[in-house]
């Protein structure tokens, strides 16, 4: 079955480095991935969509990777700050009609 | 511009009431998604619908639940007859692309507790 894995711990850094989250499928090659923020009691709010044909996307701070043959997104944020702690969560297409999402990972930027 | 509107925001029901949850997609959007979270899980797909029609509810548990998107109003989610295991946030997205080709605006939820 697709399966897709995001480091369930929570993620410590301080503010001012760099953040990176990891993104791991099995089992499915996706057109596309997708981003996500969500904070506590809200809904998600999308970040960044990189399809499979490109290795990089970047908007402001964040920086997205995507690697068809490791199967495996990562999600930079450099510059961390504060307000940047959340849950970040990756989705992918699947059967072209809805997102899978991933658990998330709670991100931590300690002042 | 509004976003995606969601009432209520909370929603509090006895084993056995139903509930009515509405989705209000962003204007000029027609595809509209459902997603249930659990406490400290991701979001779970549960239906996707356009004016009119269900396209997938393969998410969707094939009893007691139901979702519609008529040509005029909300998109409604309605769980008959509900249990201690509905409770959780229900959170509803549009797009204006089909089938899942885009980002998709999430509204802030509802959040069912059951007694």
Sequence with gaps: SQKIEQNSEALNIQEGKTATLTCNYTNYSPAYLQWYRQDPGRGPVFLLLIRENEKEKRKERLKVTFDTTLKQSLFHITASQPADSATYLCALDIAGNMLTFGGGTRLMVKP | ?115
């Design chain 2, 1 to 115: 511009n509004a976003g995606v509107m969601q009432n209520p925001r909370h929603l509090v029901r006895r084993r056995g009431q139903e509930a009515r949850l509405r989705c209000s997609p962003m204007k000029g959007h027609s595809h509209v998604y459902w997603y249930r979270q659990l406490p400290e899980e991701g979001l779970k797909f549960m239906v996707y619908l356009q004016k009119e029609n269900i396209i997938d509810e393969s998410g969707m548990p094939k009893e007691r639940f139901s979702a519609e998107f008529p040509k005029e109003g909300p998109s409604i989610l309605r769980i008959q007859q509900v249990v201690r295991g509905d409770s959780a946030a229900y959170f509803c997205a549009s797009s204006p692309l089909d089938r899942g080709r885009g980002e998709q605006y999430f509204g802030p939820g509802t959040r069912l507790t059951v007694t």
